[in-house]
Structures are given as structure tokens and as C-alpha cells.
């Protein structure tokens, strides 16, 4: 796998209108430089109960739920010296082999740290530097910087998770600028001689309950980061309708002051116990996770899903009850029964890696057709797109190549069938890989001149059997 890097480019989002595209003009590019949109799940490495260590086997489901990419949740007590907490080896062991495990499977690796861990943990002693608490947090990432420096499956550090204000008497602008993007420039800085090319993840401040912009409780940012490579990872947890899209176009009007490309943390409002025995709740989640995920797709934006986990523990601080994140109903860790209200929406088809660059693309729930629009070039190697046949074309799905090429997968077929093909295309060159259900184009018909590719449901069928396009 291939180190990737962020190219500042600037979003417009456009809403028009159902069908609107917003032409994507940022992202993030691979060592070859392709096209990739981030997408995936945040992997725990402990919750109430203890530790969790996933197998082999859960990463390819991660894979076939279409993430290339997860975000591990550190805990700050098992890597520093924080008062009550001590650094653990063997955790240090673990996460290497859940990057491993990931890269397998095809997934990059985003560390995400946490103050999980460490008793009596105080944000304004963090802040103010309170004993040197600066140098203890940046030596808990040095622990990691120096394991993963060489390691090409970890994309980059999303460096402080959930900033938070609390009991400190100050602006949420003022605590932004004199204290938290001083951190983030500090943090930076301590980790360029392990690793140059790395990102870094930033966030902005966690508001106090009660205290939200657009029913979304995260405050802005409001000054740049003097730093390079930077991706903006803001979180979103919204569950009204009419607050999606104004708190995405505040997202993407501070990206444009980080000069930062978008790539969305954590989202996905938590599901009820309740919701898991009610088709009306079921129906309502899945309005807005639909309406969410539109707009994602609209932006171009990357999109990290919380939790890839069952649950065993349940939180209770929501007046609806006890609610979770985690995408699998098992009472235990390792889950493996889908809320498929919300999975397959997360698992919609997207394109995970394009040689050249996207346009824009679209997947739509009610007809189930995707859409996409690129500038091919040949020259940055293959390109992949996640279908996911099994979940939302049990019926078979048909590829349409521009006017080149036409393909289609039946439910107990193998492979690809091809119904036409112009003279210079090679219908050997789109392979459908079924383990992680993926189109796999090693070379697009042509490059540089623009390319609209379709799937469609069903197995496509000539108007005229009789009549090929070309007579």
C-alpha cells in the first residue's frame, strides 16, 4: 500500500437540487496519485468491559462493508505517564497487529487518540501545560510515531479527540486560538523527525452540554493552523433532518480557511435499544443516515462510521435510553448481527480509488443506481469502485463504461459477462472481485477526456438483439 497525501483543493457543495453534483476539487491522492475517498469505521481497542482484539476475519467484513481505511482509538492511559496511568507494551503489540490485520484486508490506518485511561484527566491542565502535561501527551504519540514511521498502511494521527472546555472561563474562539492551535502546531512540530509525509487530523473544540451550533456540538474554527499537511476531521452527530446540510457547509467553509481537505471523524447519530424492535424508528434512523450520507457523497468527502463493534455495554445519556453506536446488535465485542438499517447505508457503493480524478458520483437509495464522473488517466495505475452486489443488487447489476462497454454480474455468476465492447476496450481489464465486492478496473478505455460510468440493477438486456451499437 501507498502512502497518501493531501492536496488542498476547494469543495462546493451544491443543493440544489436532488440530482445536483458538486464537482469535487479536493482530496486525498495516493503515492501515485490517485483519487481516493476515505472511508470506513472506528476500531476499539477496549470499551467498559475490557479489551477487544478483532480477528482476521472481521477486517474482510469491514472490507465488504466497503471501508478502506479505520481509525483505531487510542487510549492515552496504556501509552503515558499521566498520574495513574502507565505505558503497556503488549497494547503497543496489539495495535500492530490490527494495523497489519487491516493492511491484509486492504484497509489504511488512522490512529486516533483519546484521553481514555487517565484518572482525574484535566483539559486546562493540558492547555495551560500544567506540569509539563504537554510533553507527557506528545511523548504518548512519540510511542506511536516511531513504531508506525515506516509503515505505509498508516495514513496519518488525528492528534487530540474531542477537545474540551468545561469548567474553564473562557470563549470557545478565545480557547481555539491561544490554546488549542498552539497545541496542534507543537504536537506537529514534535512528530516531523519520525514522519514527514504523514497527516495530521484536527479537530476543534467539544461544546459544553446544552451548547451547540446547528444542534451539532462542535464550535468553529475560526483561524488557520500554520502547518502543512493537515486534514480537517470534524465530527458529526446530528440527527435533524434540517441541520445536516448547514452544519456541512460550515465544515466546508472552515476547510477552506485550513486550506485542508475533509474528511469526517466520527458520524452517525446512536441507535436506541428500542430502535432495534421498531420498524418506525428503524424508518426514521434511516431518513436521516440516508440524507447525511448524500451529502457526504455530494462533497466528496471521507467518512469514518462509529463503532465497528456489538454491544455489550449499552450508554444511557440520552432521554430516549439506553443507545450505543455500535453497528452490531450481539450483546458481546465482536459482533456479527447487522443493524442493516443502518449498514446498509453505510455500505453503499462509492469509488474507492480512481487513477485520474472524480468529477462527482452518486448513489441513489430509492432507484438503487450509481453514478460516476471522472477524468480517467491511465498512467496512475488501477482504480477501484465497491459495488457491494450482495446488499443492494441481489438481483444482479448491469456496468455501463461510457459508450464502451456494457457488463453485467449475474447473482450465480462468477465473474463479469460482457454484452458489448467498442474496439478499444479490453473487457479483461474490469475484474469483479466477490470477497470484498469490488469493480477492480485496471485500465479505464481511455484517458484524459471525461468518462461517466453507471451500475445499474439487474442484468442489462440489448433493446435489439439483433442490432449492436455500432449498426
Not at 440544489?16 to 476539487?25: D, R
Not at 490485520?101 to 492547555?127: C, I
Not at 485496471?442 to 435489439?464: E, M, N
Request: proline fraction near 5%; aromatic fraction near 12%; include cysteine.
Amino acid at each position: 500500500m501507498s502512502a497518501i497525501h493531501r492536496i488542498p483543493l476547494l469543495v462546493l457543495l451544491c443543493l440544489v437540487s436532488q440530482w445536483s453534483y458538486a464537482e469535487i476539487k479536493h482530496g486525498l491522492r495516493d503515492s501515485q496519485q490517485r483519487h481516493m475517498i476515505p472511508r470506513g469505521f472506528v476500531v476499539n481497542t477496549n470499551d467498559h468491559v475490557g479489551p477487544i482484539d478483532f480477528n482476521p476475519e472481521d477486517f474482510f467484513r469491514m472490507a465488504r462493508l466497503g471501508a478502506n481505511t479505520q481509525v483505531i482509538r487510542l487510549e492515552l492511559g496504556q501509552l503515558s505517564e499521566f498520574e495513574g496511568a502507565q505505558f503497556n507494551p503488549d497494547y503497543l503489540r496489539r495495535l500492530q497487529r490490527t494495523v497489519r490485520l487491516g493492511r491484509e484486508a486492504g484497509l489504511y490506518t488512522v490512529f486516533k487518540m483519546t484521553v481514555y485511561g487517565v484518572k482525574q484527566f484535566r483539559w486546562q491542565d493540558l492547555y495551560l501545560n500544567n506540569n509539563h502535561q504537554q510533553e507527557t501527551y506528545i511523548n504518548a504519540w512519540k510511542r506511536i510515531w516511531e513504531a508506525f514511521k515506516d509503515n505505509q498502511a498508516v495514513l496519518g494521527y488525528d492528534l487530540v479527540n474531542e477537545p474540551r472546555k468545561l469548567e474553564m472561563d473562557i470563549s470557545y474562539d478565545a480557547l481555539t486560538s491561544d490554546y488549542l492551535i498552539p497545541l496542534y502546531e507543537k504536537i506537529i512540530d514534535a512528530s516531523l523527525p519520525y514522519s514527514e509525509d504523514k497527516l495530521f487530523l484536527i479537530q476543534t473544540i467539544f461544546m459544553n452540554k446544552g451548547e451547540a451550533i446547528n444542534k451539532n456540538q462542535y464550535a468553529e474554527i475560526k483561524q488557520r493552523i500554520d502547518r502543512s499537511n493537515l486534514v480537517f476531521a470534524p465530527h458529526i452527530y446530528q440527527n435533524d433532518v434540517d441541520y445536516i446540510a448547514p452544519t456541512m457547509q460550515r465544515f466546508d467553509k472552515e476547510s477552506d480557511l485550513l486550506n485542508a481537505p475533509i474528511l469526517i471523524g466520527e458520524w452517525g447519530f446512536p441507535t436506541f435499544l428500542t430502535t432495534d424492535k421498531s420498524v418506525a424508528e428503524q424508518l426514521n434512523y434511516m431518513d436521516f443516515y440516508i440524507r447525511t450520507a448524500e451529502i457526504f457523497d455530494q462533497m466528496g468527502v471521507g467518512s469514518i462510521k462509529a463503532w465497528f463493534l456489538g454491544n455489550r455495554t449499552y450508554q444511557n445519556f440520552l432521554p430516549g435510553g439506553e443507545s450505543t453506536w455500535a453497528i452490531f446488535s450481539d450483546r458481546q465485542a465482536i459482533g456479527t448481527v447487522e443493524r442493516k438499517y443502518i449498514t446498509d447505508i453505510i455500505a453503499r457503493p462509492y469509488p474507492q480509488l480512481v487513477a485520474g480524478s472524480i468529477q462527482n458520483f452518486r448513489f441513489d437509495f430509492a432507484t438503487r443506481q450509481f453514478e460516476l464522473n471522472l477524468i480517467p488517466d491511465n498512467s496512475k495505475g488501477a482504480s477501484r469502485l465497491f459495488v457491494a452486489a450482495d446488499r443492494h443488487y441481489p438481483d444482479g447489476f448491469s456496468v455501463h463504461i461510457g459508450d464502451d462497454l456494457v457488463l453485467t454480474k449475474q447473482p450465480i455468476q462468477s465473474g463479469l459477462k460482457v454484452h458489448y465492447s467498442s474496439i478499444n476496450t479490453n473487457p479483461a481489464d474490469f475484474v469483479w472481485d466477490d470477497a470484498k465486492q469490488q469493480l477492480v478496473i485496471l485500465a479505464w478505455p481511455h484517458s484524459d477526456k471525461p468518462l461517466q460510468v453507471r451500475i445499474t440493477p439487474g442484468i442489462y438486456q440489448d433493446p435489439d438483439p439483433l442490432v449492436t451499437p455500432e449498426g
